[in-house]
């Protein structure tokens, strides 16, 4: 994913990765890639509870069975293994409330670029 982005961003295009990002290497590597190419980043950390996450992945699972990673019953080992954002300084990272409508979302997004 980070070959495409960066290969979009040589072009000038934006990017956003939708991905999982649950290791701090994993982060560390878009952090550098956006520095490399003088690019703004922002890591979303979007909270959520369990029976809601679970009920979101069920949905996306139905409409899209060709993502390995969004079947539900894999929610208890993704959050195990998720590394703490505390690497990251905080200018990078924007926690959000996602049980909030998704353009509520979308704004609050957009007012912290």
């Not at 980070?2 to 952090?31: F, I, N, T």
């Not at 520095?35 to 996450?53: C, H, P, Q």
Request: no cysteine.
């Amino acid at each position: 994913m980070l070959v495409q982005a960066e290969d979009r961003l040589a072009h000038g295009g934006s990017v956003v990765l939708d991905g999982r990002y649950l290791k701090r290497a994993q982060r560390h590597a878009a952090v550098e890639l956006a520095d490399r190419m003088g690019a703004r980043i922002l890591f979303l950390d979007l909270r959520v509870s369990k029976s809601d996450a679970i009920a979101r992945l069920t949905q996306r699972f139905r409409k899209d069975r060709t993502n390995p990673g969004a079947r539900p019953e894999l929610y208890d080992e993704q959050r195990a293994e998720m590394e703490p954002l505390d690497d990251l300084p905080s200018s990078l990272v924007l926690s959000l409330n996602a049980a909030q409508p998704v353009p509520a979302l979308v704004d609050e997004v957009l007012e912290s670029l």
